[in-house]
C-alpha cells in the first residue's frame, strides 16, 4: 500500500470530538524532499490533522499513517520528534530568559559529567545556524531576538532533531516583507538537505512562489492535491470555497434605516490604519479578513477596550469619546468578544451573574442587589433564547460552548443595545446552536439594531451581512455589497497583503461569481 | 445518558455541598471533639474568650478576603495594627470621656485607610503585584510605628478608651460586637452589593470585569483602603484591650489573617470567598489555639499544627480547582 517516494501517507483518518467531526477520511501523502503546502479557512481541520502528526490527539480507529513506509501512531510528541517529524508552531514561546543556544538544546542539553556542556553546545548551535545561513549569535539571550529570528531557530532546531518532515505552521504570520525573504531562503535550504516540508499557509502568494504541490481540507474533508505549476490561483480559490450553497443560511430581508454609527479613520499604529465605515439602522456589517489582519481590534477600538489612538466615532451623527468600555456601555454598544474564555466569561460564577454584570443598577432596592430580581430576568432570557442550564444559579462553567455563547448574547441585550458588536460570534459551537444564535442577529436587525459581525467563517458572513468591509494586515481593502460579495472576491482582498494591487483589480473585473449568494 | 447527567449532577451537588460547608463541619467536629477533651471547653465564658481573641485578627482576615477574592492579597495587616495603635494610643492619653475616644478609632481607621489608600493606588495604577506593594507596606508601616512611638510602648489611659476593649454589654464583650458588626456589614457588601459583585468579577476574570464596564482600578484601591481600615480598627481595638499602643503589636498577625481566610475556602486565584467563611476559619484557629493551649500542647508543637493545617486547606482549594 505505501509508495516508496512518500515521507507521509495517511489514509481515511478521521477524528471526532464530542458533536463534531473534525476530519473525515482524510487521505494526505507527502513526496519525499517536497514543500507541500497545505490550505483551508480556519476550522477546516488543518490544525487537527497537523495534532495528530504530532502525537497530540489520536485518530478515530480505521485511518492509517505511514511514515517512511512505516506504521506511525505517535502517542506524545517525543514519538513523533523520535521518528522524524518536527513542528515549527504558529506562535514560537522560547524561554526569553535562556541563551539562544540553551534553547537550542532545550530538553537535551549537552553534558560533561554531571555540569552542562555550555561550550559545546555553542559550538554545536553556531555550526548549525551557519550551515543554513542564519546570521544570530548564539550567546544572544532570546529576550534580544526578533520574532522572525525565533523562527528560524525554531527551524533550525527542527533540522537538528534529523527531522525527515517538518510542519512549520503559517511562518510568515508575524514577519515584515524582508524577513519572509530570509524565511523562504533557508525553507528552499532546508528542503535541500532531502527534508521534507509541511508548510500551512494562507496566502496564496507564499504557496505559489514555494510550494512543489498544494492540498487542499475544508469542513473536515480532503479536497485534493495539485501540483503548484498545474493549477491557477482561480482554481486553487475554487477548491478552498466551493461549498454547496444551500448549506447557507437563508435570511430574510430587514428593511434597513438611517445611518447609527459612523467610523471616520479610525488608527491604533501597529494594529490598524485609517478605518472608515458606517453602520445603519437594521443592517448587519460583516468585517472579514485573515487572522492577525485588525479586525477584533478595530471593534475592541469602537468598545473602548483598546481604544484607537485617532479617529473618530459618530453615534447618531453626533460624534462621541470612548475610552473605556464603560464610555460605550453608556451609548448602549454591546459586545460579545472573540474568546468567550478569555474575556467573555467569568468561569466560576453562576449564569446570572454572568448575564447581569455589565449594569447592576436595575437589580438594586436600596442599595443592596436582589438576587430574585436578578435571577427573574435571566430566567425570562433563559427562555428566550433558549439557553439549556439546568438553573440560573449554575456555574457557566458547566454549560456547553453554544449556550454559554447566548448566555454572553444575553448579557449585552439585557442592556438593550442600539448597536450590538459580535467577534467570531459562533466560534466552537455546534450547528443546532449556530443556526439559533443566526436566527437571533437577523430578529435583533429586525428590531433596528445595528449589528457588527467579525467572523472567519466565509459563509457566516456571506448569509448574514447586508455589506462585507474586508481588511488585510490593518487596512481596510473595501466594503462589499451583499449582492456583489463572493467568497472568491473576498478571499482575494483579503488576501491583499501579498498579492499585488493590480492584481487586485484585474479580479474586479474577472467573472467569478458563484450564482445563488445573493 | 440521562442518569448518567442525573449521577454527574448528584456528584457536582455533593462536591459544592462540601466546599460550601465542609470548614463549617470541621469546625463543629474541632469545637465537640475538644469539648469532651477538656472540661468548661464549651462554657459561655469560654466561647467568649475565644471569640474575643479571634476579634482583632478576624477583623483584618475580612480585609483580606477582600484582596484575595480580587486576587490579590494584604500582606500589610500585622504592621497596620501596630501604626494604628501607637496613632490611637498618643491622641487618647490622658483624655477623659468619649470625644477622644471617637476621635482616636478615628484616627486609627484614617491612618490604616491611608496604608490602604498607598497599597491600592500601586497595585491598580502602578501595576505592582499585590503581593510586593503590600510587602513594602507591611515593613513601612512597622518603621513608622517605631518612629512615631520612639520605639517605645504608649499608654492608652482613658478610661472611656480603654473601656470598649475591656468592658462588655450584657456579658458580651466590647471587641467581639464590634467584630459582629463589621462581619454583617462587610458581608452584605461583598454579597449583595454592586462594590462586592465587582469584587468577584475582577477575581474572576479581570478582562471581562473590564469589558462589563467595571472599574477595575477604583474597586481595587477601594478594596485596599478597606483593607487598610479595618487593619486600623483592629489596631485600636488592641490598643484599647491592651491599655496601651505598641510598635511590636500584630506581629505576624497578616498570616493568621490570610490562614483564616484561606481556611474559610477563599481561593487564592480569586473569584471565590465569603465573609462568612473566613470567619469560619478565623473561629477554626481560635478554637484550635484556645484547645491546644488548654490542653498544654507545647507552643512549639502548636505552630506545626498551625501550617499543617493551612498547608491541608490550600491542598484542598487546589484540588478542588482540579477537578473542576
Same mark, same amino acid.
Given at each position: ?30 513526496? $519525499? ?272 477596550? $483598546? ?138 436587525? $429586525?428590531?433596528? $439594531? ?69 | ?78 504592621? !497596620?495594627? @501596630? ?139 477601594? !478594596?485596599? !483602603? ?32 490570610? @490562614?483564616?481566610? !484561606? ?5 487564592? @486565584? ?55
Amino acid at each position: 500500500m505505501t509508495n516508496s517516494d512518500s515521507i507521509l501517507e495517511m489514509i481515511n483518518v478521521s477524528k471526532t470530538f464530542p458533536g463534531v467531526k473534525a476530519l473525515d477520511k482524510v487521505n494526505l501523502t507527502i513526496r $519525499k524532499g517536497s514543500i507541500h503546502a497545505l490550505m483551508g479557512e480556519n476550522g477546516a481541520g488543518k490544525s487537527t490533522l497537523m495534532k495528530i502528526l504530532y502525537g497530540l490527539y489520536s485518530p478515530d480507529e480505521g485511518g492509517e499513517i505511514f511514515f517512511d513506509g512505516k506504521p506511525f501512531t505517535p502517542k506524545a510528541p517525543i514519538d513523533a520528534i523520535r521518528t522524524g517529524l518536527a513542528m515549527v508552531p504558529q506562535e514560537i514561546s522560547p524561554s526569553a530568559n535562556l541563551s539562544v543556544a540553551a534553547n537550542f538544546f532545550l530538553g537535551r542539553e549537552l553534558r560533561r559529567g554531571f555540569l552542562m556542556d555550555h561550550q559545546a553546545m555553542n559550538q554545536e548551535t553556531a555550526k548549525v545556524l551557519e550551515e543554513l545561513g542564519i546570521p544570530m549569535k548564539v550567546e544572544t539571550l532570546m529576550q534580544d531576538v526578533s520574532v522572525a529570528k525565533a523562527q528560524l531557530l525554531a527551524i533550525a532546531t527542527a533540522v537538528s532533531y534529523d527531522a525527515k518532515l517538518i510542519i512549520m505552521d503559517e511562518p510568515t504570520t508575524a514577519l515584515t516583507e524582508s524577513e519572509v525573504r530570509h524565511l523562504y531562503q533557508i525553507v528552499r535550504k532546508v528542503q535541500q538537505r532531502g527534508i521534507s516540508i509541511i508548510y500551512i499557509s494562507h496566502k496564496l502568494g507564499e504557496v505559489f512562489e514555494l510550494a512543489d504541490e498544494v492540498s487542499v481540507i475544508r469542513d473536515g474533508e480532503y479536497i485534493g492535491t495539485k501540483k503548484t505549476s498545474e493549477i491557477t490561483k482561480e482554481a486553487l480559490i475554487n477548491m478552498m470555497v466551493g461549498r454547496e450553497m444551500d448549506e447557507m443560511f437563508v435570511r430574510e430581508k430587514v428593511e434597513i434605516g438611517d445611518s447609527l454609527l459612523k467610523v471616520n479613520n479610525l488608527s491604533l499604529p501597529g494594529k490598524f490604519e485609517d478605518i472608515s465605515f458606517d453602520v445603519k439602522k437594521g443592517e448587519v456589517f460583516g468585517i472579514a479578513g485573515l487572522v492577525g489582519a485588525g479586525r477584533s481590534e478595530v471593534v475592541e477600538a469602537i468598545f473602548g477596550y $483598546k481604544p484607537a489612538q485617532s479617529g473618530d466615532i459618530y453615534i447618531h451623527g453626533k460624534r462621541i469619546e470612548i475610552y473605556k468600555p464603560m464610555d460605550a456601555i453608556k451609548q448602549r454598544i454591546g459586545f460579545v468578544t472573540e474568546d468567550r474564555k478569555l474575556t467573555g466569561l467569568m468561569l466560576n460564577m453562576s449564569v446570572t451573574d454572568n448575564m447581569v454584570m455589565p449594569e447592576l443598577t436595575p437589580y438594586v432596592k436600596s442599595g443592596l442587589i436582589s438576587d430574585e430580581l436578578a435571577s427573574n430576568v435571566a430566567k425570562t432570557m433563559k427562555q428566550q433564547l433558549r439557553i439549556k442550564t439546568p438553573t440560573v444559579g449554575t456555574i457557566i462553567d458547566n454549560l456547553s460552548g453554544g449556550n454559554q455563547q447566548k448566555v454572553l448574547i444575553a448579557r449585552w441585550l439585557l442592556l438593550e443595545p442600539e448597536i450590538l458588536i459580535l467577534d467570531e460570534p459562533t466560534k466552537g459551537i455546534d450547528v443546532g446552536a449556530k443556526a439559533e444564535i443566526y436566527k437571533l442577529i437577523v430578529e435583533l436587525a $429586525k428590531l433596528g $439594531k445595528a449589528i457588527i459581525i467579525v467572523s472567519s467563517e466565509m459563509l457566516e458572513l456571506l448569509s448574514l451581512s447586508d455589506r462585507i468591509m474586508v481588511m488585510a494586515e490593518g487596512k481596510e481593502m473595501g466594503v462589499v455589497d451583499r449582492a456583489e460579495a463572493t467568497q472568491e472576491l473576498i478571499l482575494e482582498m483579503a488576501a491583499g497583503g501579498d498579492v499585488p494591487t493590480e492584481h487586485a483589480i484585474e479580479i474586479d473585473t474577472t467573472e467569478l461569481s458563484i450564482e445563488g449568494v445573493a | 445518558m440521562d442518569s448518567l447527567a442525573s449521577n454527574k449532577f448528584n456528584k457536582a451537588n455533593y462536591t459544592e455541598f462540601l466546599n460550601k460547608y465542609g470548614m463549617l463541619i470541621i469546625l463543629v467536629l474541632l469545637f465537640i471533639s475538644l469539648s469532651f477533651k477538656i472540661e468548661g471547653f464549651a462554657s459561655i465564658r469560654n466561647v467568649l474568650s475565644i471569640l474575643e481573641q479571634v476579634s482583632m485578627f478576624g477583623i483584618i482576615a475580612i480585609g483580606v478576603t477582600f484582596a484575595i477574592v480580587t486576587g490579590g492579597i494584604d500582606l500589610s495587616g500585622g504592621s !497596620v495594627v @501596630a501604626l494604628a495603635s501607637v496613632v490611637g494610643a498618643t491622641l487618647v492619653t490622658g483624655s477623659e470621656g468619649y470625644g477622644m475616644t471617637i476621635v482616636a478609632f478615628g484616627a486609627a481607621l484614617f491612618v490604616g485607610s491611608i496604608c490602604g489608600l498607598i497599597n491600592g493606588t500601586i497595585t491598580a495604577y502602578g501595576r505592582i503585584p499585590p503581593f510586593i506593594a503590600t510587602l513594602g507596606m507591611m515593613t513601612m508601616a512597622r518603621g513608622m510605628a517605631q518612629l512615631f512611638s520612639d520605639g517605645r510602648p504608649v499608654d492608652a489611659s482613658s478610661d472611656a478608651f480603654t473601656s470598649i476593649g475591656d468592658g462588655s454589654v450584657f456579658g458580651i464583650p466590647g471587641l467581639v460586637i464590634i467584630y459582629v458588626l463589621v462581619a454583617v456589614v462587610c458581608h452584605v457588601m461583598m454579597s449583595r452589593m454592586k462594590f462586592g459583585r465587582h469584587v468577584f468579577a475582577i477575581g474572576g476574570n479581570v478582562k471581562t470585569a473590564r469589558i462589563c464596564g467595571v472599574n477595575v482600578e477604583v474597586t481595587l484601591v477601594k !478594596v485596599y !483602603v478597606l483593607a487598610g481600615a479595618l487593619a486600623g480598627l483592629a489596631g485600636a481595638m488592641l490598643a484599647s484591650r491592651a491599655y496601651a499602643g505598641n510598635p511590636t503589636f500584630g506581629n505576624m498577625w497578616e498570616l493568621d489573617a490570610i @490562614a483564616a481566610a !484561606v481556611i474559610g475556602g477563599t481561593s487564592l @486565584a480569586g473569584g471565590v470567598g465569603s465573609v462568612a467563611m473566613c470567619i469560619v476559619g478565623a473561629l477554626i484557629i481560635g478554637v484550635m489555639n484556645k484547645g491546644l493551649n488548654m490542653l498544654g500542647v507545647d507552643p512549639y508543637w502548636q505552630q506545626i499544627i498551625k501550617g499543617m493545617i493551612i498547608i491541608s486547606a490550600v491542598l484542598l482549594d487546589a484540588q478542588k480547582r482540579k477537578k473542576a
